[in-house]
């Protein structure tokens, strides 16, 4: 039996290593490395992907998070409302400021922030919401605008997992103040290391980023603001640049794998059986499917079985935010945000990346089936 890894990096770049390879080396035989061409063209041709007017390149996903907190102006003491269900990198960044990440519990369906719940958390202290558009799937973001709006609060798009994600026609880094993209390697558009994008449509914010970007300095060593060091550099542009036209191609694999998942599990029994829980497609716009996320009984019993044979699964996240040790001091005890609690115990990803064959697909979901002691009968419907 072949094993089935959760991402396979490696099956993508031998479609593309002539061009990545080029790419490269444009860049080492022009020895420019920091900012420069590359970076400015990339800048431009993600922006215009995002449907936004500006593009800021910055060094990672979590430093698009930091500099985009810096460029509002958050100070230590203030409150950002976020979700307890994602990465660290968005409460992180809150935290490194000094500022404190108010929580607000999922929608259980979806896994993103739930809207309802954004009102009662706002405080005189509040700056800034940061909605997570998880897994791919976008964030609820007509009610999170709305609440912002009534309380003239920023809203920071963690669009990480999401690029090219639409919500009503609307793109992922397009919608709120601020969008953050991350370009690490098993993101849908990943580099050849770090690097990552801060996006918006608002010209002052768009030349604050920049400007922070660069340590405040403009022109070079007048520094009006204290930033840090959030540059991109040239080899990863240059490589972003090559994939980018094939990004929405990957994109329609990845939904194409999700359908067929579906399709199987719902063969199997296991959707109807409520052995499984399939992911939630809101309905409302595009998914990108950065993962595709099941959630079942005996969660790690399952990981364990799957990883024997071979196939790789991941728990995002086994940690909601506010049982994390560093936010100890926040004493948000178990139970305080029961449906984040409940995903990080059931939820398992499983393999989604776009060159995944179907025979591949079926060898997942047969295994999952054969875990929970599935009849063997309907195999040969795909087999
Ligand atoms: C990946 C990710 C980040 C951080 O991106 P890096 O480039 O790894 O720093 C932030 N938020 C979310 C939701 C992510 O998935």
Redesign the pocket.
């Known amino acids: 039996m072949n094993s089935v890894p959760l991402l396979d990096l490696k099956a993508q770049y031998a479609t593309i290593r002539a061009e990545v390879r080029a790419a490269v080396d444009r860049v080492l035989e022009s020895q420019y490395f920091i900012l420069g061409p590359e970076v400015e063209a990339l800048e431009a041709e993600v922006a215009a992907y995002c449907h936004c007017q500006y593009g800021i390149g910055v060094?990672?996903?979590?430093?698009?998070?930091l500099v985009a907190l810096m460029a509002i102006d958050l100070q230590p003491g203030e409150e950002v409302i976020t979700t307890p269900y994602?990465?660290?990198?968005?409460a992180g960044?809150i935290a490194r400021l000094g500022a404190k990440p108010v929580f607000v519990d999922i929608d259980p369906l979806t896994y993103n922030l739930d809207p309802a719940r954004l009102e009662a958390a706002v405080t005189p202290r509040t700056r800034a919401i940061i909605p997570?558009?998880?897994y791919g799937q976008m964030a609820d973001m007509d009610p999170v605008m709305a609440v912002a709006e009534r309380h003239s609060l920023y809203v920071i798009e963690?669009?990480?997992?999401?690029i090219g994600a639409e919500y009503k026609g609307q793109r992922a880094g397009s919608i709120g103040h601020l969008g953050?993209?991350?370009?690490?390697p098993?993101?849908n558009l990943g580099g050849v290391g770090?690097?990552?994008m801060v996006t918006s449509n608002d010209a002052a914010l768009a030349d604050k980023v920049r400007l922070l970007r660069g340590h405040g300095a403009r022109p070079k060593y007048h520094h009006s603001v204290v930033g840090g060091n959030f540059r991109l550099d040239a080899l990863q542009a240059a490589v972003l640049r090559v994939k980018l036209p094939y990004l929405d191609g990957w994109t329609t694999a990845r939904q194409h794998n999700a359908d067929t998942y579906r399709r199987l599990f719902i063969e199997s029994g296991l959707v109807a059986d409520e052995q499984i829980v399939l992911p939630v497609d809101a309905g409302n716009g595009r998914h990108i499917y950065?993962q595709f996320v099941i959630r079942v009984e005996q969660r790690d019993a399952l990981a364990a079985y799957l990883n024997e044979r071979g196939i790789g699964t991941e728990v995002?996240y086994p940690v909601p935010m506010h049982r994390l040790e560093c936010f100890a001091e926040m004493e948000l005890a178990v139970g305080a945000f029961p449906e984040s609690e409940a995903a990080a115990l059931e939820t398992l990803a499983l393999p989604i990346y776009p060159e995944l064959s179907e025979a591949m697909l079926a060898q997942v979901v047969q295994a999952i089936t054969a875990f929970y002691g599935g009849s063997a009968s309907w195999r040969a419907s795909f087999c």
């Open positions: 060094s990672s996903g979590s430093d698009a998070l994602t990465f660290f990198a968005t960044a997570v558009h998880l963690d669009a990480a997992q999401a953050c993209f991350s370009f690490f098993s993101k770090d690097g990552g950065n995002y």
